[in-house]
């Protein structure tokens, strides 16, 4: 008899099903080899070239769904979390697994440092309209 005295075990809700504890999803690793930092905006695209993710049996079931999601539109790392109910560590791991086996590839956004200052953009303007 389980802890809970009626014979179930206490990792399963009868609404929500058996509950996987994140860090199974990726085998307890909190990041993934050569794993670059993956913002909550930086946005993850499918390779092209991608061969099919379901007949690749070292990929999850959550690595597939998330190449499937990207497939249909790019998404952001925020996206992808919020699409799979998953926690955004979880994603990080997971896409960075899917980077290293070329599935998908990360565009990330332009730092504000190094983005073009509005008054540059004003002056240039100012000063083709003055020609």
Do not use: K
Not at 18 to 44: C, E, F, K, N, W
Not at 91 to 115: C, K
Request: glycine letters at 8%; aromatic letters at 4%.
């Amino acid at each position: 008899m389980s802890a809970d005295g009626q014979g179930r075990s206490h990792w399963f809700d009868d609404e929500a099903g058996p509950v996987v504890r994140p860090y199974a999803m990726t085998r307890g690793r909190t990041s993934s080899p050569g794993q670059h930092r993956l913002d909550l905006i930086a946005v993850v695209v499918t390779e092209p070239q991608a061969d099919d993710p379901d007949a690749d049996a070292t990929l999850s079931p959550e690595h597939v769904d998330i190449v499937d999601l990207c497939r249909d539109a790019p998404q952001s790392v925020a996206e992808l979390a919020a699409g799979l109910d998953l926690p955004i560590g979880v994603v990080r791991v997971l896409v960075g697994d899917l980077v290293d086996g070329e599935f998908v590839h990360v565009n990330r956004p332009i730092p504000p440092a190094e983005l073009v200052d509005e008054s540059i953009l004003r002056d240039v303007i100012n000063g083709l309209r003055a020609l």
